[in-house]
């Protein structure tokens, strides 16, 4: 039996120090190099295979007792069918969200369940009715894939006009600011503007809280996509100051793959056209702008383990320093090193756990899937290609909790390696 109690996350615990360029962590979390701390932390996890696995941000594993209680739900859903359905599971289900608005830190009437985030993303912005023709829609070139043809479709539909911005290449907090502030400036009837907290190409994390801000006051609705964010970080989704918030439950959360959810801001709902099949449904119900239909229940179910587990066990300043740290054990090794463009500087403020880089003269998809798949040949290292910012493609660099300094050390080596090799 793992004991995840209270007592048995302080057992887990090393003594709280301060790293280089971080805040000291209260008593009782474990610094960020603790690594017998860490390996404690590795074993309520299931062991990884023989690649050295840097690519976490497609989705989390859960940890092995959120994967009992996964399994256990499993089994009951499969062996009661409808009876549970129809008799018992809206119970369970109105448990696991009211547990999961607690963690967004709003109230339960105001979220809605989905399957992942790029769900929301769609429904969110194409039935989004609050722009009308010849008013502005803006993004960046470091949104979400789903964001752009969704933002796309929607100035097509309203017949707005879409308004994409390219973010710094070397971005700063000051300059990324200043590109969306410059931009909200030069747009005229702006009416929606969607932000990526932590994005998923080069892992910037976006001052969204500052920008929204600036949005607002032009006279736009803000869209914040916490993907990539949601539980990484330390913050609820009031902070944002935003209308409509997206997140994903399977990322750093560590519940089963197919959970996500939204939240809506209280009088914005109406903003919002309800999911086609559901024309009767109230303006303000949440949920009716995403259509549920019936869908594997199991991971919405699982979710309150899945938060109670990373409450007891997991801090999420604690995760955040972990995550920084080993992102720093490759970055820094490896900055200045001649025909490589690690994409993100050192402000802590601006990165999390995913950081991306370049090779010279290597900026197209082909090129980046070819990297990455060397990495994994040759090194025994797996990354990932990602492609849509205005200056070109990149390979992502994702490491977990229980990635060891021997992983990032081998992902150095790899590409002191592969590099002077194919940079141009």
Request: glycine share 6%; proline share 7%; with cysteine.
């Amino acid at each position: 039996m793992i004991d995840v109690t209270r007592r048995g996350a302080l057992a887990l615990a090393g003594a709280a120090v301060a790293m280089p360029g971080q805040a000291a962590l209260p008593a009782g979390m474990i610094a960020p190099d603790d690594e017998a701390g860490w390996a404690r932390i590795a074993a309520l996890y299931p062991p990884m295979g023989p690649a050295v696995q840097l690519e976490h941000g497609y989705w989390g594993n859960m940890a092995l007792p959120v994967a009992e209680s996964h399994r256990a739900i499993l089994a009951r859903l499969n062996r009661d069918t409808s009876l549970y359905a129809r008799r018992a599971m809206r119970k369970d289900q109105e448990v696991a969200k009211a547990r999961a608005a607690q963690a967004m830190g709003v109230p339960p009437q105001e979220i809605g369940f989905c399957r992942n985030a790029a769900e929301a993303l769609q429904a969110l912005i194409s039935q989004f009715q609050g722009v009308d023709e010849g008013e502005a829609i803006l993004w960046s070139d470091s949104d979400y894939d789903t964001s752009h043809n969704a933002m796309r479709s929607l100035a097509r539909n309203r017949r707005a006009r879409p308004v994409m911005i390219n973010l710094p290449r070397a971005p700063t907090r000051d300059n990324v600011i200043a590109a969306y502030a410059a931009a909200i400036k030069a747009t005229p009837k702006l009416k929606f503007v969607v932000l990526t907290h932590g994005t998923h190409k080069s892992g910037l994390v976006v001052p969204v809280a500052e920008i929204a801000a600036l949005a607002k006051a032009a006279g736009a609705m803000v869209l914040v996509d916490c993907a990539q964010s949601f539980r990484q970080r330390p913050f609820l989704i009031p902070d944002f100051g935003a209308d409509l918030v997206v997140l994903n439950f399977h990322k750093w959360t560590g519940a089963p793959v197919g959970v996500a959810g939204y939240w809506i801001r209280p009088g914005a709902a109406a903003m919002i056209a309800p999911a086609a099949a559901e024309p009767d449904a109230r303006p303000d119900d949440v949920q009716a702008k995403v259509h549920q239909g019936t869908l594997d229940y199991a991971p919405q179910l699982t979710l309150p383990a899945a938060l109670d587990f990373q409450d007891r066990v997991l801090p999420v300043p604690m995760k955040l320093a972990r995550l920084q740290y080993l992102r720093n054990l490759w970055v820094k090794p490896l900055r200045g090193l001649s025909g490589l463009e690690i994409m993100l500087g050192d402000d802590p403020t601006t990165f999390g756990a995913i950081t991306s880089f370049r090779i010279s003269g290597h900026t197209s998809v082909a090129d980046n899937i070819a990297i990455s798949d060397r990495l994994l040949a040759d090194h025994g290292v797996n990354t990932v290609f990602r492609a849509g910012l205005a200056d070109g493609a990149c390979v992502r660099v994702t490491p977990a909790l229980f990635t060891t300094p021997d992983d990032c050390a081998r992902l150095v080596a790899a590409l002191k390696d592969l590099v002077p090799k194919i940079a141009r």
